[in-house]
């Protein structure tokens, strides 16, 4: 079972690293207006959240025993 979990979370955790990245580099442009800054990291943040939030969700699918959730659809 561990061996169906760790796909997800590495995944999880590249895509995270990612968006901090971009929240970074965005946060550093100085010619971009404060609002767009803090807009724009709003929304990364927001898909950090909703990554972890997925992640979570996997999990317990797995845990479960419902290893292929395309089965549902």
């Known amino acids: 079972m561990f061996k ?3 796909a997800p979370i590495i995944i999880t955790i590249i895509v995270v690293i990612i968006m901090i990245i971009y929240t970074i580099t965005i946060a ?8 767009l800054i803090i ?3 709003i929304l990364y943040l927001g898909g950090i959240i909703i990554c972890i939030i997925t992640l979570v969700e996997r999990i317990r699918e797995i845990k479960k025993g419902e290893t292929d959730d395309l089965s549902k659809y």
């Open 39 to 41: 807009f724009i990291g």
């Open 4 to 6: 169906k979990i760790i």
């Open 28 to 35: 550093f442009i100085k010619s971009l207006p404060l609002l």
